[in-house]
Every structure is written in structure tokens, then in C-alpha cells.
């Protein structure tokens, strides 16, 4: 499994050259059977684009917020 965590602040989104480096680590470095991107804020669309063709599981703020309140996560069922 691999995992990266941005705290990002404002209306800040994650951009397809964060996630272009995370899924290429995680699957060629890591080798990672798993892969999951966990932001404070959303993902830009090329970045969503990029994790579902690289099979990243995105998780943003508001799914982490309802996650830790006890929602099941939609991305790791």
C-alpha cells in the first residue's frame, strides 16, 4: 500500500503533476498493490482523470471528515 497526505489550505486543488508523481511512484517504485491519495482539498480534474486511469483511490476533505465521523469510505470498498 502507498499513501500520500496534502494538507492544503484555501480553495487549493491537487494538480495532475502531484498526481502524475504519486501514481508513477506508487506503481513503478513501490510496486504498490494499493494506492491512496488523501487530500484537505479536492482534486483538479486532470488529477482525477489521472488516479482513475492509474487506479488511485482520491479521498478529500469531505470524504475524510465523514470517514473519521464513522461513514464507510466509498474508495476503499
Same mark, same amino acid.
Given at each position: 500500500? =502507498?499513501?500520500?497526505?496534502?494538507?492544503?489550505? +484555501?480553495?487549493?486543488?491537487?494538480?495532475?503533476?502531484?498526481? /502524475?508523481?504519486?501514481? +508513477?511512484?506508487?506503481?513503478?517504485?513501490?510496486?504498490?498493490d494499493?494506492?491512496?491519495?488523501v487530500?484537505?482539498?479536492?482534486?483538479?480534474?486532470?488529477? /482525477? =482523470?489521472?488516479?482513475?486511469?492509474? +487506479?488511485?483511490?482520491?479521498?478529500?476533505?469531505? /470524504?475524510?471528515?465523514?470517514?473519521?465521523?464513522?461513514?464507510?469510505?466509498?474508495?476503499?470498498?
Amino acid at each position: 500500500m =502507498a499513501v500520500q497526505c496534502k494538507n492544503h489550505v +484555501g480553495h487549493r486543488y491537487v494538480s495532475s503533476s502531484a498526481m /502524475q508523481r504519486f501514481a +508513477g511512484a506508487a506503481r513503478a517504485v513501490d510496486r504498490a498493490d494499493i494506492a491512496l491519495f488523501v487530500a484537505t482539498s479536492d482534486f483538479s480534474s486532470e488529477a /482525477q =482523470a489521472i488516479a482513475e486511469l492509474a +487506479g488511485v483511490l482520491t479521498v478529500n476533505r469531505l /470524504q475524510s471528515e465523514a470517514w473519521s465521523a464513522g461513514t464507510p469510505l466509498k474508495a476503499l470498498r
